[in-house]
Every structure is written in structure tokens, then in C-alpha cells.
């Protein structure tokens, strides 16, 4: 029982994780008149002091300490900050230029390029259903080239930039939390930096925004950390196919909201070259699953020849020294 509820709140956890960054598109329009390297900046800066409250209530410091003496960590954390802040950027000023479905395209052909990434830098081997969804999402790309006339270069880069992060913060190999807080610390003093400097100039919308605006400024800080609290808290409860599974919603979502809140044009060119991707990412699921489900069977397989082939044991007789001393007792 206590499994299940474990389970089912990881879920939910997840469900929550992606909905969120999938209903996103519904915030940063609100951050106007800010411009995109502006509401970044904030975005970096209300992180970090979100993170470290969060910190600080769980009592979780031991890490920077270990984190300062590793140079390495340090230069991979730092490459992590600089890519994140590009896929961030970018896809604040896609959604506030009218590009959401665009931008959607981006997470849904990730992880397509997660697998060729591993196969062009880590060496890896990928299966034939693997293969024929790569080649399938490259010829996606080539059909919404000629839809768009030109290359989705938003989604391009989008797609690249979180597989480069993905790639980094696996070698890295830290909790969520302590990622983010190392990641925004590192973008701290340059995102202050160019605040203080449009501030000197008179550019900055803190306050000449309105009201409000301050608070929704601040708010990116709670935006950006939020869904990946409930994403560590989901990734520790489902398996990993789950996850794999959920990490659709969040395109599904901002696609639905380009099309139907946002009116975005989707000619036909452009439905076929999103079918093909879907098209791909529904083999490499099913590919997955066959995958996952082969292997659980063969590793029955194996612990039932294991148990098969351990000697039995019998119970040995008592030798007669101790029946003796039984009789001596009684």
C-alpha cells in the first residue's frame, strides 16, 4: 500500500513537473514590456534566491563545500549555466515573438537528438528502430525547411542546447536542487550585472513596468525552480519509462497552446513534417518498451537458471556426541 501511494504521488509529481513547463507559454507574454535578455537576467537572479531559501529550510550545504574543491565539477557546472541560459533565452523570445509552435518542436525532437549526440560523442550503438526514428527526424526537419523557408533554426538550436545540458549536467551527476543553485549562482553576478548596467541607463522595466510588474518579475524565480522540485521529487518514485512517457506532455501542451491560444499558422507542409516527427518518437517509445520489457525477461530468465542450477542443501544428522548428551540432559 505504501508503494502504491509512493508511486502515485510521483506521478502526480511528474504530471505537475510537465504541465507546468508545458503551460509556461502562458507567462512569459505577461513579463511585456521586458525584453527576453532582461526577463533572462531576473530569471537567474530570483533562481537563485529561490533555490537558496529552499536550501537553507532543508539544511542541504554540505555539497558546496565538496562542489569548491573539485575544478573540474566546477568547469562542468559552469558549461551547464552557459548552454541553459542560451535554451532559456531563446525560448522567452521565440514565445514573446510568436513562435511557441516552433519552439514546441524543439522538445519534441530532443530526444532524437540526444540519441545521435550519443552516438556521435559517447560512441553509442543504437538498435535499428533507433536508427529509423533518426532518420525519420532528420527528414522532419528537411520537410518543415521547406515548409517554413527555411530551417526551424529555433528548434534546432532549442533541441541542441537542452541535449548539450542533458549531456553535461550527466557527467556532473548532481541532485536537481543543488544543480540549479550551483548553475544560477554561477549566471548570479553577470545576470545582476546587466540589470544594474540597463538600470544606469534607464532601459530597466522593474519598475517602470507597473505595479504588478515587479511580482511577476520576481515570480521567474518560482517559475523556473518549481517544476524541477516536483520533477526530482517524481524522478526518485516511477521508473524511468514513466518519465520518458511524461516528458511528451510538456510539447503536446505548448503545440495545443500555439494552435489554439496563440493562432499560430500551421500550413500543411508543416502538419506533415510534425507528423513525421511524432512518427518517430512513437517508434522509439515502442522500441523502448520492446527494449525494457525484453530485458526484464531475460534477466528472469537468468535468476531462474541461477536458482535452478544452486545445490541443494540438506539438513545434516546429529552426530552421535550430541544425541548423547541429550540423554545425559534428560
Known amino acids: ?64 563545500g565538496e562542489l569548491m574543491r573539485q575544478p573540474k565539477k566546477l568547469a562542468l557546472i559552469t558549461c551547464a549555466a552557459a548552454v541553459i541560459s542560451v535554451n532559456w533565452g531563446l525560448y522567452i523570445w521565440s514565445v ?11 522538445y519534441f525532437i530532443n530526444p532524437l537528438v540526444t540519441i545521435a549526440m550519443g552516438v556521435l560523442l559517447l ?21 518543415l525547411a521547406i515548409g517554413y523557408g527555411r530551417p526551424p533554426w529555433i528548434s534546432l538550436v532549442l533541441a541542441f542546447s537542452f541535449a548539450t545540458y542533458g549531456l553535461v549536467k550527466k557527467k556532473v551527476n548532481m541532485g536537481g536542487l543543488e544543480s540549479l543553485t550551483a548553475e544560477t549562482a ?51 518514485r516511477v521508473p524511468l519509462s514513466t518519465l520518458g512517457l511524461l516528458q ?30 511524432w512518427l518517430a518518437l512513437t517508434m522509439l517509445t515502442w522500441d523502448a518498451f520492446r527494449t525494457a520489457r525484453r530485458t526484464k525477461a531475460q534477466a528472469a530468465k537468468l535468476a531462474a537458471t541461477v536458482q535452478a542450477t544452486r545445490p541443494r542443501t540438506r539438513p545434516q544428522r546429529r552426530s552421535q556426541p550430541l544425541a548423547a548428551d541429550a540423554d545425559t540432559a534428560s
Do not use: C
Open 1 to 64: 500500500m505504501a508503494g502504491t501511494n509512493e508511486q502515485r504521488a510521483g506521478l502526480l509529481s511528474g504530471i505537475g513537473a510537465y504541465g507546468l513547463w508545458g503551460i509556461v507559454p502562458l507567462f512569459w507574454p505577461l513579463l511585456k514590456p521586458s525584453g527576453a535578455i532582461e526577463i533572462l537576467a531576473h530569471r537567474m537572479v530570483w533562481s537563485l534566491a529561490f533555490v537558496g531559501i529552499a536550501l537553507l529550510v532543508l539544511r542541504r550545504w554540505a555539497w558546496i
Open 96 to 106: 514573446n515573438s510568436g513562435h511557441v509552435v516552433e519552439a514546441s518542436l524543439g
Open 123 to 143: 560512441g553509442e550503438r543504437l538498435r535499428p528502430a533507433q536508427w529509423v526514428a533518426v532518420a525519420t527526424g532528420v527528414l522532419a526537419v528537411l520537410v
Open 186 to 236: 554561477v549566471l548570479f553576478l553577470p545576470a545582476l550585472g546587466y540589470l544594474l548596467w540597463l538600470g544606469a541607463q534607464g532601459d530597466a522595466t522593474f519598475v517602470s513596468g507597473g505595479t504588478g510588474h515587479p511580482v511577476l518579475l520576481a515570480a521567474t524565480g518560482v517559475v523556473t525552480a518549481a517544476p524541477l522540485v516536483l520533477f526530482g521529487a517524481a524522478a526518485i
Open 248 to 277: 511528451y506532455l510538456a510539447p503536446v501542451f505548448q503545440f495545443a497552446l500555439g494552435i489554439l491560444y496563440f493562432h499560430e499558422a500551421m500550413p500543411p507542409e508543416r502538419w506533415a513534417g510534425f507528423a513525421l516527427v
